[in-house]
């Protein structure tokens, strides 16, 4: 009988995981491409689940700026999105690629490039950057706050859906309600939305990451070359012991878990047993009971498992779990 239960309840699992899907998305050549415009093209697959987008572009991979936020109504098949581009400079090679995000995680398009126009007639007017904003936001609305400083603060946008974030020193949860600066030691509500997160590296550059579906707060040590920790808090899953009914009961309650994506930065996520170190990658971890999970979609994902040391090297779709 608990073998039986023991089979029913990791088919419960194999089900849920089947049926937990990210967007497909694609992203298409640019068109009506001029001197200071263009519009981005791409493709998104909601997987019949109410779905966000938004294109990364900027002068190099790394991209650095987004579009206005906007959605994809639930559906199983293919829709085409586009965003317009203002404020471009003339005759300059753009990266783009288009991203979408659901509840299960974010899927990132691949990467494509267009060349603007020549300038015939000057430089672009201020109010031709006015489809630029400095992350994407629910009003699309442009915002740009400080940047962030190595060790002190981190910048954070809400991309889809709603986040809260709570700073030290305060009492409850806030409303993130467009782009700000926040201290180091945050911590940000993402289980119903997703936020885009910039943080400093030595020399005054950033690195950039999505982060999505559970409750975390930010770290960074001046002194860590700029490395970002991302610590899942929030209650652990109550356990269950007894039959496989009572484990099938505790399943249910969702374990403190989190979804993640980035562009080769300095980031990890750390749970109660393990530390994934990321190198440009998406990547999934939770906390459950029977130990700390982490699945890799894209990219490599160093594991070290608190308990052993023992450090496991992840590639895309592999995953690991530190008991």
């Known amino acids: 009988m608990l073998i039986f239960g023991v089979a029913l309840l990791a088919g419960a699992f194999g089900v849920a995981a089947a049926f937990a899907r990210e967007p497909d998305v694609v992203t298409k050549p640019a068109t009506a491409v001029g001197a200071h415009s263009a519009v981005l093209q ?45 404020g471009l400079q003339a005759a300059m090679t753009y990266h783009f690629r288009l991203v979408a995000s659901n509840v299960d995680g974010i899927a990132h398009g691949g990467d494509a490039t267009f060349t603007s126009a020549a300038d015939p007639g000057g430089p672009a007017t201020p109010s031709q950057g006015a489809a630029e904003t400095a992350a994407p936001g629910p009003t699309g609305a442009p915002s740009t706050p400080p940047a962030p400083v190595l060790g002190k603060n981190v910048n954070v946008a809400p991309a889809s859906g709603t986040v809260t974030l709570r700073v030290p020193g305060t009492a409850g949860a806030v ?20 936020v885009a997160l910039t943080t400093a590296l030595p020399g005054g550059a950033t690195q950039g990451a999505m982060v999505q579906g559970g409750l975390f707060q930010i770290r960074q040590a001046p002194s860590g070359n700029g490395m970002t920790e991302l610590v899942l ?38 749970g109660s047993n393990a530390v994934a170190t990321v190198r440009g990658t998406s990547w999934f971890m939770s906390d459950r009971c029977d130990g ?17 040391g023992r450090t496991i090297v992840l590639h895309a779709g592999q995953s690991h779990l530190a008991r």
């Open 175 to 194: 409303p993130l309600d467009g782009a700000d600066s926040i201290p180091v030691g945050a911590i940000v509500d993402t289980r119903k939305g997703v």
């Open 42 to 86: 791409g493709v998104v697959n909601p997987r019949d689940k109410t779905s966000s987008y938004w294109f990364e572009y900027g002068t190099t991979a790394a991209y650095g700026r987004f579009t206005p936020l906007a959605s994809v109504a639930k559906g199983k098949g293919d829709v085409s999105v586009n965003a317009t581009l203002t």
């Open 233 to 270: 808090r929030g209650p652990k899953p109550t356990c269950a012991t007894g039959n496989a009914r009572a484990a099938m009961a505790s399943s249910r309650r969702p374990p403190r878990r989190l979804w993640a994506s980035d562009n080769h930065g300095r980031f990890r996520t750390r």
């Open 292 to 308: 700390t999970y982490t699945r890799v979609k894209k990219g490599v994902v160093a594991v070290r498992e608190l308990h052993t």
